[in-house]
């Protein structure tokens, strides 16, 4: 079992930036990869970042350049726009294929990012 608490979520001006943390425990050794995937209202849940134990990175479309996801699971957002609120949140995948959300089985609470134009 693997309990995944986010943090870090707020409210930020257009063109800021944010850091969104996520606290791993349980059976952390069993994690192949660590995600952050949002949600925005009204909208079907996309990717937005994954790290696998090997370093290898992938981001979401207009993600990567932009947001950083980091060995300790951080999300680092810069330049965000409005088109970045969402519930954001941070996910872990125990299985050996993880290339979408459906194979994310630990998911956290989420955390609220909203911008403001």
């Known amino acids: 079992q693997v309990h995944l608490v986010e943090s870090g979520g707020g409210l930020v001006q257009a063109g800021g930036s944010l850091r969104l943390s996520c606290a791993v425990s349980?059976?952390?050794?069993?994690?192949?990869?660590m995600g952050w995937y949002r949600q925005a209202v009204g909208k079907e849940r996309e990717l937005v970042a994954t790290?696998?134990n090997s370093g290898f990175t992938q981001y979401g479309d207009g993600m990567r350049g932009r947001f950083f996801i980091s060995r300790d699971n951080a999300l680092q957002m810069n330049n965000l726009n409005p088109e970045d609120t969402a519930m954001y949140y941070c996910?872990?995948?125990?299985?050996?294929?993880?290339?979408?959300?459906?194979?994310?089985?630990?998911w956290g609470q989420g955390t609220q990012v909203t911008v403001a134009s």
């Open positions: 996910a872990a995948c125990r299985r050996n294929w993880c290339a979408d959300a459906t194979n994310f089985d630990s």
């Open positions: 349980g059976a952390t050794y069993t994690i192949n990869t």
């Open positions: 790290r696998d």
